[in-house]
């Protein structure tokens, strides 16, 4: 509930109050389970981050570079539509404890350079153009962390068909397909 509270009204104006009503308790019972809106924003990340790990894990099996970033990023768009991924995506860093924003940057640094990684894999076996893995693990990440805003729960497309057009559109490309 903490990180359904966190991702829709935003983690400063998300209060323990409002997280302790919605889970029909009371705020010090609240406190039984956490100290402090830091520690359940932690918590929230902890659970993305293990999803994200997972994701990362099952996405290396697959043969080429470009498949493993394909891979990846269908179930990363499923993560960061749902409440704990919306929550690691939307949070700002300024809102966090150091020690909570230490701990999330480096699984963000983390994502970045395995996502780099297979995008070099991909240059290696062919699968993938020859550009900065800097800039396609930045790029992707761009696009498809927007999902965390626009994304609404009740759309008829699910997140990993829309994550297949889009990945489509930027590893196919935009333009128009030639005439036969």
Same mark, same amino acid.
């Given at each position: 509930m903490a990180a359904r509270m966190f991702s829709r009204h935003g983690f400063r104006q998300a209060t323990l109050e409002d997280i302790a009503q919605s889970l029909d308790m009371t705020r010090p019972a609240l406190y039984h389970y956490a100290r *402090?809106?830091?520690?359940?924003? /932690?918590? +929230?990340?902890a659970i993305a981050d293990a999803e994200l790990s997972a994701a990362l894990e099952d996405a290396r099996s697959a043969p080429t570079g470009r498949a493993q970033l394909h891979s990846f990023f269908l179930r990363y768009a499923e993560i !960061?539509?749902?409440?704990? @991924? #919306? +929550?690691? !995506?939307?949070?700002? @860093? *300024?809102?966090?404890?150091?020690? !909570?924003?230490? #701990?999330? #940057?480096? *699984?963000q640094l983390h994502l970045g350079r395995a996502i780099a990684a297979m995008a070099r894999q991909g240059m290696r076996d062919g699968s993938v153009a /020859? #550009?900065?893995p800097v800039d396609i693990s930045l790029a992707l990440f761009g696009i498809f962390n927007g999902m965390a805003r626009w994304y609404r729960p009740r759309s008829r497309r699910k997140p990993a068909a829309l994550a297949a057009d889009m990945l489509a559109a930027v590893m196919d490309g935009i333009g128009v397909a030639a005439k036969r």
């Open positions: *402090s809106k830091d520690e359940l924003l /932690a918590e +929230c990340a !960061v539509t749902d409440d704990f @991924g #919306r +929550c690691f !995506v939307l949070t700002d @860093g *300024s809102e966090m404890t150091p020690a !909570v924003w230490a #701990r999330m #940057r480096a *699984s /020859a #550009r900065d």
